[in-house]
């Protein structure tokens, strides 16, 4: 991830006269409701492709796609091409909540789905992948690729690779604040940081979870920002506490790390 921290210094001074150290997920980290709307309404059928005539941006999604079904092992709790329809492992049926259907378009940035599959979604089957799996950074965006592939579009691979990088929600953007004030100036630490802290908070940075409903999930922003006021942890803790309240406990196999 070193060769990309040079991205991150524009974000840093816009931001730092912006944001105190204090700071709490906002409705940043959702995207825009209109189009979180238009995406939970989508049929999940097989994806009409846009064309790209960059070779760099094929090649990403056929590795993305050779990712999926192989190393990162996606397909055997998301199914074939990320058609839920099309697992073959009968015991993820009980799962709490279910796999999603990864042909549906979602609110999720390339940020978010390279922090969900680094640090996975809490009280889900969704473990962190790229532990697991041992993959690297660069393997990450490749399934980025062909997760956008899935979904009907397919912005260029150098675009994944800048937003990726990039934080761009309240939390996010201050936990790289923290950090970038806590490392003084030695990258390492700061990237050491950073990961401790995204594990902490991944609850805030990673959005809505994709079982949990736009008006549920805005009901717990509001109510756990009213509780936390500026604490972080308070806030991830009453997020975590709210999930666990809107799943059914009936055959719960998660991720509670």
Not at 70 to 83: L, T, V
Not at 234 to 240: G, I, K, N, P
């Amino acid at each position: 991830m070193l060769f990309f921290k040079q991205l991150r210094a524009p974000v840093f001074m816009t931001m730092l006269g912006m944001l105190l150290v204090g700071c709490v997920a906002h409705h940043a980290d959702e995207p825009d409701r209109q189009e979180q709307e238009r995406a939970s309404k989508h049929d999940p059928a097989t994806p009409t492709i846009e064309a790209t005539n960059d070779d760099e941006d094929q090649r990403s999604i056929q590795q993305g796609k050779a990712l999926f079904h192989g190393k990162a092992a996606c397909s055997e709790c998301h199914g074939e091409d990320g058609n839920i329809n099309r697992v073959s492992h009968s015991q993820l049926a009980r799962l709490n909540p279910p796999p999603t259907d990864l042909r549906t378009p979602n609110d999720k940035s390339p940020r978010q789905l390279y922090l969900i599959i680094k640090y996975g979604i809490s009280a889900t089957g969704m473990i962190p992948i790229q532990e697991a799996a041992e993959l690297n950074d660069e393997e990450i965006l490749h399934v980025i690729s062909y997760l956008s592939h899935l979904q009907g579009h397919s912005p260029s691979f150098d675009l994944i690779s800048s937003q990726s990088f990039l934080p761009h929600t309240d939390t996010d953007v201050a936990i790289s604040l923290i950090c970038e004030q806590e490392a003084l100036a030695d990258v390492d630490k700061e990237e050491r940081c950073e990961d401790r802290y995204a594990k902490r908070y991944r609850d805030l940075i990673i959005g809505r979870p994709p079982d949990i409903s736009i008006d549920r999930y805005a009901e717990i922003e509001a109510g756990c920002k009213r509780q936390a006021v500026k604490d972080l942890d308070t806030l991830a803790l009453c997020y975590r506490t709210e999930y666990l309240a809107s799943r059914p406990a009936t055959h719960k196999v998660g991720n509670d790390q």
